[in-house]
C-alpha cells in the first residue's frame, strides 16, 4: 500500500491560516475516521494534533483542526505562530496496515 | 504521567542484529498497544509493527516480516524490537509510542540505530 500523499511544503505569514491536504484511497482514509496529525519539530519525536479525523487531545490549541472529504484529509491552522514552523505528518487506518503515513509537509511561517 | 522510555543509541555492523527496549510507565501497561515507528535520516515516518501488551499478539508491516520481532516483559512493563539482518538502509531513529486505537498517542524520545559496513 502506498503512503498517502501530502504536499512538501507549506507556508503561512503570522496571524494567517494554513490548510495541509493529505489525500489517500477509498482503503484508508476515505474508508475509515481514523485520520490523526502529527507535528515534530527539527530532532524531536512526533506530536499528536488531531486524532479520528477531527479530535484534539489535552492541551493541543483550538488553532490546529482537522476535517476530511472523501479521500482527503486536511489540517488547518490557524492565526499561525512562529513555533507552529514544524514537520506535520498525516495518517490513517488502513486495514490490514494499522498506520499508513503520509510523506509529511514542511510548514514554514514567514 | 504517561510516558514511554527507550533505550540508548546502539552502533551495529551489517549483518547483526539489535534489540531496542520501550519501558512505559504511568499506566496500566495491558492497556495501550505499542507501535514502533522508524525515520531515516532526512526522510519521513514509517510504521513498522505493533504489539498488544495484554496478549503478547503481534502486527507487522509486510516489509519487516521476518525481520522484526516484537516481545514484551509484563513484570518489567517494557517492549522489545529486535530487527535482524541490519543493512545499511535501517540506519534510523527508532520510535516507539503508545496507542488505545491507531493515534500514537505517546511517543519516546527515539533511539538512534547507526548500521555500519
Known amino acids: 500500500q502506498s503512503a498517502l500523499t501530502q504536499p512538501p511544503s507549506a507556508s503561512g505569514s503570522p496571524g494567517q491560516s494554513v490548510t495541509i491536504s493529505c489525500t489517500g484511497t477509498?482503503?484508508?482514509?476515505?474508508?475509515?475516521?481514523?485520520v490523526s496529525w502529527y507535528q515534530q519539530h527539527p530532532g524531536k519525536a512526533p506530536k499528536l494534533m488531531i486524532y479520528?479525523?477531527?479530535k484534539r487531545p489535552s492541551g493541543v490549541p483550538d488553532r490546529f483542526s482537522g476535517f476530511k472529504s472523501g479521500n482527503t484529509a486536511s489540517l488547518i491552522v490557524s492565526g499561525l505562530q512562529t513555533e507552529d514552523e514544524a514537520d506535520y505528518y498525516c495518517?490513517?487506518?488502513?486495514?490490514?496496515?494499522?498506520?499508513?503515513f503520509g510523506g509529511g509537509t514542511k510548514l514554514t511561517v514567514l | 504521567q504517561v510516558q514511554v522510555v527507550q533505550s540508548g543509541a546502539e552502533v551495529k555492523k551489517s549483518g547483526a542484529s539489535v534489540r531496542v527496549s520501550c519501558r512505559a510507565s504511568?499506566?496500566?501497561?495491558?492497556?495501550?498497544?505499542i507501535h514502533w515507528v522508524r525515520q531515516a535520516p532526512g526522510h519521513g515516518l514509517e510504521w513498522m509493527a505493533m504489539?498488544?501488551?495484554?496478549?503478547?499478539?503481534?502486527t507487522y508491516a509486510q516489509k519487516f516480516q521476518g525481520r522484526v520481532t516484537l516481545t514484551r516483559d509484563t513484570s518489567t512493563s517494557t517492549v522489545y524490537m529486535e530487527i535482524s539482518s541490519l543493512r545499511s538502509e535501517d540506519t534510523a531513529v527508532y520510535y516507539c509510542?503508545?496507542?488505545?486505537?491507531?493515534?500514537?498517542?505517546?511517543w519516546g524520545q527515539g533511539t538512534m540505530v547507526t548500521v555500519s559496513s
Open positions: 509510542a503508545t496507542s488505545m486505537v491507531v493515534a500514537l498517542g505517546v
Open positions: 504511568g499506566y496500566t501497561f495491558t492497556n495501550y498497544y
Open positions: 504489539i498488544n501488551p495484554s496478549g503478547g499478539s503481534t
Open positions: 477509498s482503503s484508508d482514509v476515505g474508508g475509515y475516521d481514523y
Open positions: 479520528e479525523v477531527t
Open positions: 495518517s490513517s487506518y488502513a486495514g490490514t496496515i494499522p498506520v499508513l
